[in-house]
């Protein structure tokens, strides 16, 4: 008796964060963290100086007055084009693994590598030009000692920890504010649920938690090898980690070789290649519409409005 009470419940009443489990999470505050650490590590992020041609940084590639991405299908790296499209450094923190392959593991591994490929680092150099600078040794004094490899890194990782956007318009309606997504966001949200698109963008990044196959229902066209390259591993072929959708209307263009200029034409492939459907213009719209209520706030601005 009482589940068919619970039953007929459960087809009478909407469906609302009290009856079902919502596949998407609201954002987690930002990881606390030593401010001077964080300060320290904002000067170094957007200083050229750790580049070995003295001309590129951080923020050469990862914009954080626009998406914490570059807006280019490639970036080129100091050895050359690169095959990766640049990921936002947003909420990079709360990704389970990072870059397209999800071959790194922590934020320090990933700062090494930039560091070095991104930006062809001379360490001796560099090191000689900070203990050299007027301001370098005073802020790295009381937090790290020396100046060294090491204290750069954990300066740089820990104002990556910084770097989270909440306040977008999904997580203040994933805690209640029903109002806080147009009808047509909302109507876009339960499409993103029924089409299956949260089974891979899921959780607080909306993504970020998981490796899927890019082509399941069809071959998707490039020649990316996907993880494949990293462990040579056949099952491994294609296979991606799911990127992170948060602020994902701020960031074009999209997929790993940036080939994709629009949302329209993502959502459209997606659902072609992800979930073998055709989905009419007006759902791609809908779901447009949603997508753009992912877009939450660094230091009290939006970030497609950021200066
Ligand atoms: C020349 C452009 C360029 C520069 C300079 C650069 N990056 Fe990146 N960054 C990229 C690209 C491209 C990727 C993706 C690499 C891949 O997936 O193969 C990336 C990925 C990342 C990611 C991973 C994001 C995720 O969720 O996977 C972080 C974090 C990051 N960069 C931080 C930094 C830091 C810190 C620096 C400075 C030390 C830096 N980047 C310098 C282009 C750049
Ligand atoms: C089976 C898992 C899976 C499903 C289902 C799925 N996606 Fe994806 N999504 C991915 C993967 C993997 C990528 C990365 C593609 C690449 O490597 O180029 C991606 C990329 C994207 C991107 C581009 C993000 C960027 O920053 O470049 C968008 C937008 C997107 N998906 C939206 C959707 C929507 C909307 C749906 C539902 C219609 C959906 N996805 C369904 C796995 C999935």
Redesign the pocket.
């Known amino acids: 008796m009482t589940r068919i009470v619970v039953f007929l419940l459960w087809i009478v009443l909407p469906p609302g964060p009290l009856f079902s489990a919502e596949p998407l999470l609201p954002l987690p505050p930002p990881p606390a963290v030593s401010r001077d650490k964080a300060a320290l590590g904002e000067r170094l992020f957007h200083d050229p100086r750790l580049s070995g041609s003295g001309r590129l940084s951080c923020a050469s590639c990862h914009r954080l007055e626009s998406g914490g991405d570059d807006g280019l299908p490639l970036p080129s790296v100091p050895t050359g084009p690169y095959p990766h499209?640049t990921?936002t450094v947003f909420n990079a923190v709360f990704n389970f693994r990072l870059h397209?392959y999800g071959d790194l593991h922590s934020l320090q591994k990933q700062a090494l590598v930039a560091l070095q490929r991104d930006m062809q680092v001379d360490w001796m150099r560099v090191l000689k030009r900070l203990r050299a600078d007027r301001l370098y040794p005073r802020l790295f004094k009381p937090l790290y000692g020396i100046i060294d490899a090491d204290g750069i890194i954990d300066a740089l990782v820990t104002f990556e920890r910084t770097l989270v956007t909440p306040n977008a318009p999904i997580d203040r309606f994933l805690r209640g504010e029903t109002a806080a997504l147009t009808p047509r966001q909302r109507q876009g949200y339960r499409l993103?649920k029924q089409?299956?698109?949260s089974?891979?963008?899921q959780g607080a990044n909306i993504?970020g938690n998981?490796y899927?196959?890019?082509g399941?229902f069809g071959e998707y066209d490039?020649r990316?090898p996907?993880r494949f390259a990293i462990t040579g591993k056949s099952e491994d072929l294609r296979i991606?980690?799911?990127?992170s959708?948060r602020n994902?209307a701020v960031?074009a263009p999209?997929?790993?070789?940036g080939r994709?200029e629009t949302?329209e034409k993502?959502?459209a492939l997606?659902?072609e290649y992800?979930?073998g459907t055709r989905?009419s213009k007006e759902d791609i719209a809908l779901?447009v519409e949603f997508?753009h209520s992912l877009t939450g706030h660094y230091r009290g601005r939006a970030l497609g409005d950021m200066p």
């Open positions: 499209n990921p397209w993103f089409y299956g698109c089974a891979c963008h993504g998981l899927q196959k890019l399941i490039t990316d996907g991606f980690r799911v990127p959708l994902v960031t999209y997929f790993h070789d994709v949302l993502a959502v997606m659902a992800q979930l989905m779901i997508l």
